[in-house]
C-alpha cells in the first residue's frame, strides 16, 4: 500500500462544482502540503499544513481551501470549479525533524478535469 | 524568496550516451537542493539531495548532482543512460530560513527523452 494515498485518482466536473480531493498518509508525518502541477510549469504550492492547528496558504491558493482533519489526513477543496483548474494536483508529507526533514513524499496524483 | 530555472525544457540524448540536466537557483539564504524524477503516469520521487557536506552528491539510478555555489548551480549527470530514464526531471530548492513559506519551490522541470 501506498505510504500517500490519493483520492480520487482521477475526476472529471463541471464548471461551478464543488470538488473535494483527499489525502491520507501512514508515514507519521506532521507537515503535508498540496501542489498543483500543470505542463511547461513545474509544480506550485497551492496549501501546507505543519500540524492540526496550522495552515498555511502558498503561492496559488485563490479558488482552493484545505481542511486538516487529522495529523493524517489533508483534504483539498475547490467550492466552484472553474476550467483554468484543470490540472494534475500532488498531495505531499515531510517530516520535521532529522535529516529528512526537507524532503518532500507525494501521492501519486489526482487528474481533475473541469470541462 | 527563492526560485529555480532548469535551463532545458527537453533533453533527448542516445541511449548509453551521457547526460546533463542543467539547474540554477537564485536564493538570499543557504539552501538545500534536491532532484525529483516523475515516471509516466506516477508521481515524484527523490532521485538525490545536497544538504550540506561534500558538493558531490550521489543518488539512485546511477544520477549523481554537484552543488556549485559560486554559480549557484546544481546540474544533475549520468554518465550512460538507459531507456528507462525517459522521465521528467525536477528540481526543488528549499531555504534554511526556516519561517514563511515552506515546502519546496520546483522548476519547471525538464524532460528527458532516450532515443535508442
Known amino acids: 500500500d501506498a505510504d500517500v494515498t490519493q483520492t480520487p485518482r482521477n475526476r472529471i466536473t463541471k464548471t461551478g462544482k464543488r470538488i473535494m480531493l483527499e489525502c491520507s498518509q501512514t508515514?507519521?508525518?506532521?507537515?503535508m502540503y498540496w501542489y498543483r502541477q500543470d505542463p511547461g510549469l513545474g509544480l506550485r504550492l497551492i496549501y501546507y499544513?505543519?500540524?492540526?492547528?496550522?495552515?498555511n496558504k502558498g503561492e496559488i491558493s485563490d479558488g482552493y481551501s484545505v481542511s486538516r482533519q487529522a495529523q493524517a489526513k489533508f483534504s483539498l477543496s475547490l467550492e466552484s470549479a472553474i476550467p483554468n483548474q484543470t490540472a494534475l494536483y500532488f498531495c505531499?508529507?515531510?517530516?520535521?525533524?532529522?535529516?529528512?526533514?526537507?524532503?518532500?513524499?507525494f501521492g501519486e496524483g489526482s487528474r481533475l478535469t473541469v470541462l | 524568496a527563492q526560485s529555480v530555472t532548469q535551463l532545458d525544457s527537453q533533453v533527448p540524448v542516445f541511449e548509453e550516451a551521457p547526460v546533463e540536466l542543467r539547474c540554477n537557483y537564485s536564493s538570499s539564504v543557504s539552501v538545500y537542493l534536491f532532484w525529483y524524477v516523475q515516471y509516466p503516469n506516477q508521481g515524484l520521487q527523490l532521485l538525490l539531495k545536497?544538504?550540506?557536506?561534500?558538493?558531490l552528491v550521489k543518488g539512485i539510478n546511477g544520477f549523481e548532482a554537484e552543488f556549485n555555489k559560486s554559480q549557484t548551480s546544481f546540474h544533475l549527470r549520468k554518465p550512460s543512460v538507459h531507456i528507462s530514464d525517459t522521465a521528467e526531471y525536477f528540481c526543488a530548492v528549499s531555504t534554511f530560513s526556516g519561517g514563511g513559506a515552506d515546502g519546496l519551490t520546483f522548476g519547471k522541470g525538464t524532460h528527458l527523452i532516450i532515443q535508442p
Open positions: 499544513s505543519f500540524d492540526v492547528k496550522d495552515i
Open positions: 505531499a508529507t515531510s517530516d520535521s525533524g532529522g535529516r529528512s526533514k526537507r524532503e518532500l513524499f
Open positions: 545536497y544538504l550540506s557536506g561534500s558538493t
Open positions: 508515514k507519521g508525518h506532521d507537515r
